[in-house]
């Protein structure tokens, strides 16, 4: 058994982590940590998991052998500085802080992005998890990226759900205000576009095109819904294309490129990757549908720990959807 | 031209009196009072009404024929021992700190439950604004506590918006928590009991039967939906006490009585309540739904002012519902 | 590994059903028959189990050990008349057609609460799986009856998600409507009384109270949320009430007393039923939660078949919630 | 008083048109006409009419001084070869069928676009009012186009809500599949893009770049939320491009400039357009949003009968907006 710490404990990453941990078949939670909540269970935080669990959130670790950092962004390294970890416990990190600065304290993060860097993870020690909005986009564009097709710039709209905000109630997350209601915020200035430049170039592409990102709040909980389009001039058929996404993929246990047009609900609370792909325009359009909290979170973070423990990818992955 | 002013005008139940009062033919907004943002217009807090006012808050007022309170619930008292009102000038409170105790400094409030005090209230010069909840469940009773048919138990289930829950976000009013869900809250001893039996004594009951009130958070915007039974011995057809409804709601012009049953949307963003009853197994049982910010809160302020300065009652409250 | 043969395939129950089943470590699915869609890919009618599946659907089955009947209520005779089983098939309806009269051409169906009849399902070879709005009803009552305290009238109200009335789209069900709405259907006299009465009478009530149940369409798409009350004259202490209610659940892997009160989302997406108790007013008032397609139909149904086959009652019913 | 006959009157704009002529000061509802419901209550179909309303739907109009052509797209064509219209009867047809054809039978069909057309429409006698779609994108549009600035491509992303496809229910409108939900529907291809070229033709633009549109369905009853962007390589201060998008609409009672970033529920439920700009990567973004049934329907129909007839623009139309 992997025996797991979970640090953070009473947001929503390490909620959904726990979701998923509980039933992993080889994994033994060993701590969940909340400097907050020491001495609480864990169930009367994250309300659902009554009956799942009788763990009491800790104030340290004892001895893990992977530790999950579900901080607030920029968190991460304070935490890593302030504490020792156990010799050869390894860390998934769910924060922003090592995916585009990768070395810390003589320690070398990998990109966890399992569909690209499968290899790499298997044997890393330590993980930067990808970004929520990152993830949607860059599994849409992998494919061209390897096939050095990325040419022209990027036009990119993507929709979030209300948990991509966190747990901390506030003006956008307000009922009153979010239900039935849409709005952009920080337009063309994400802070994810710097992780998907990085991201495309190792994936093959000579050049990272300009990335025009308008991020948007939607009224659900659950899922990000990007729509993706770049200036198509290759010779290829259009169906070769669609041939070589379906390529790509193939060894990838989560992420199916769909014929028909796709609906956020068909993945989530599933750890799928959707993938949709038109040609309309001189440009390929592609829609990319995750559930942020699961293969945009938590559930690429037990994928990574997966990989880096030997297991099968898939292990305590293969999660009912809610479909409605 | 009557002269308001709106004393705590950045909570949601000022922005409501602002968005119907700004298009009431024969008022003018003199002052809208909110000590945190004195000098800010009134158009950056509540955002929808850019375009249709320049008013800016204001930190104190100055010659107003009729203020309205619409700050928490116990604090309408704080700021009249602070205040001193021009002379003449009438108060309606949409808190509840005189429902219940009526007499404050010499100044006697009416309860202003139009339907019931219509007569009253023309001739009063301080309202205390019925609760949300209260006037569902009030305009659901209110015949059959003047035929003096409240013999047995009361049974209420109602289901109330977020924004009854005001602005300040939380816990329940986060969109991750409250989106598809629903959850009950202060059950069988809601603070809104009190006022409702008492409007049923005076409405003609000679007892105020048990109450059992089940309140619950929604996962909508707006509205109340209540659904209440009690026994039904009498011998009075039930055709005939279904005209009774009507007859006692004749001269009123927000509530009718439906023979169809009714869904809440049908009197959401209107100052409409609509009943509709039916009898089985020995129950008269009654749905009642309003707009919990309207009706139930400033629309019902607004019907309480037409009556006081002499207005016809519909006065700048004929407005178009949203239905969807 | 189980062979198992889904009839109505097309439908939400049995979408859930494969969504539930093809993660279950020891079931293989033969077929999935539906007779409009023969030949065509499961995952083009259920969009989110795309990359999970392969199947076609069917026109008939196979040699299934137990089949699985999805179709509207009062379809599930005609199709036992008009098709033959294989020697030794089991059965579990999932229609209400056996649910009251539980024989039919020399079968006998038992009636599928796994938390009342846990030990007769598991020699059973028929199965009446009970109604979603029965369940969440008679998990709240079963200690009650057991106890023979259901001395007294009881008041229900209970609110379905939209996935309740199933795929056929009309006006209740069309998003235009329902989003941030409510309405009561039924009344007074829901189809699922009946099972209710005759399972608490199973449950060892020596009499069925009369039960006042007002069902209400919710705007979520998952869950049932059931506010319960009766008369509480026993001289039972409260405290000894609620550890009863533990005791009668403490077998059962999927129920459980919630000691803080309970909102929808803590159920959806798993099999789990929560309860929450409290006293008030000289009545017991008890809320119930389950997920209407999961404990309410589909995986309610599962938990019968591992019963039925002597696995462990959790397998392939360990899910993931959604919590949000 | 304006005498008013409305055709097609069960439809989702048909109601709205109701919900805003009830309470119109200057018109009388003649007729509200519908083949399939002659002689039921108008609030029978439109439920939230109750108590507003005792007409019944009528098999065909008597002398309307203005008919409202509420059909589905393409019959009003086929409505206008079948019936013989009173001398002087003017035309609001709501349909696509004269927007890009508006010579039919002798008339002569005014695009109905109140901000560009206003003085045309005062004089005009039949109006073909604009798309949703289209309003939404024409009004962040028509002052670069006023300036001849449009010289790149035009990529916008456009959400609606669902009452924008109509009452009939389906597989899209259906609770279960659009609750919490995001799809692309005709993307690069929606009908409306004819009439938006057109549009921005007649508005001063030389050219009609490629609009690149993706339209979305959002899981929200009302409103349209469009992100639009476009090169900005022009000299002009971006200050200066603000200060005459809020000149352009000066004199537009409905239309206005936001300086703060806005969101969709600003506008709901109300006759305004709201426009957001700003400056990034060498675009210019403008988000713009609209109620699909006010704005971009019914009222901005109201709108053109206002101008038609000689009244002031927004009589009628002084709508209090939902806000939550």
Chains 1, 2, 3, 4 share one sequence.
């Not at 009224?219 to 001039?233: E, V």
């Not at 014929?259 to 993938?275: D, Q, T």
Request: aromatic share 8%.
């Amino acid at each position: 058994m992997i025996k797991v710490s979970i640090v953070g404990g009473t947001g929503y990453t390490a909620g959904e982590l726990l979701r998923i941990l509980l039933h992993h078949p080889l994994v033994e939670i060993e701590s969940v940590i909340s400097t907050t909540s020491v001495g609480m269970p864990v169930a009367e935080v994250h309300r659902d998991l009554l009956g799942e669990t009788n763990l009491l959130f800790a104030e340290t670790f004892d001895q893990p052998d992977v530790i999950f950092l579900c901080l607030g962004h920029g968190l991460s390294r304070d935490f890593l500085e302030k504490n020792r970890l156990p010799q050869g416990c390894r860390i998934i990190d769910l924060g922003n802080d090592f995916r585009n600065e990768p070395v810390f304290e003589g320690k070398e993060f990998c990109f966890g992005l399992c569909e690209l860097n499968r290899e790499m993870i298997r044997k890393a020690d330590y993980i930067a998890n990808p970004g929520c909005f990152a993830t949607s986009v860059m599994l849409a564009l992998l494919p061209l990226a390897a096939e050095d097709l990325l040419r022209d710039e990027i036009h990119v709209h993507a929709i979030t759900g209300s948990t991509g905000a966190g747990k901390k109630p506030g003006e956008t997350t307000h009922f009153s205000y979010r239900d039935n209601n849409l709005s952009v915020y920080k337009p063309f200035k994400h802070q994810h576009l710097t992780e998907i430049g990085n991201t495309l170039k190792a994936a093959g592409s000579s050049q990272v095109p300009q990335i025009n990102f308008v991020p948007m709040r939607g009224d659900f909980t659950r899922g990000i819904f990007a729509s993706i389009y770049t200036k198509w001039h290759d010779s290829m058929p259009q169906m070769e294309m669609i041939e070589r996404y379906k390529s790509y993929y193939a060894a990838s246990p989560f992420v199916f490129v769909s014929e028909k047009s796709i609906s956020l609900k068909e993945v989530v609370n599933s750890n799928k990757g959707l993938l949709h792909i038109e040609f309309h325009n001189g440009y390929i359009h592609i829609t990319s549908i995750i559930d942020n909290l699961v293969k945009g979170a938590s559930g690429q973070a037990v994928q990574n720990m997966n990989l880096m423990f030997g297991l099968e990818e898939t292990t305590g992955l293969k999660l009912k959807g809610s479909a409605f």
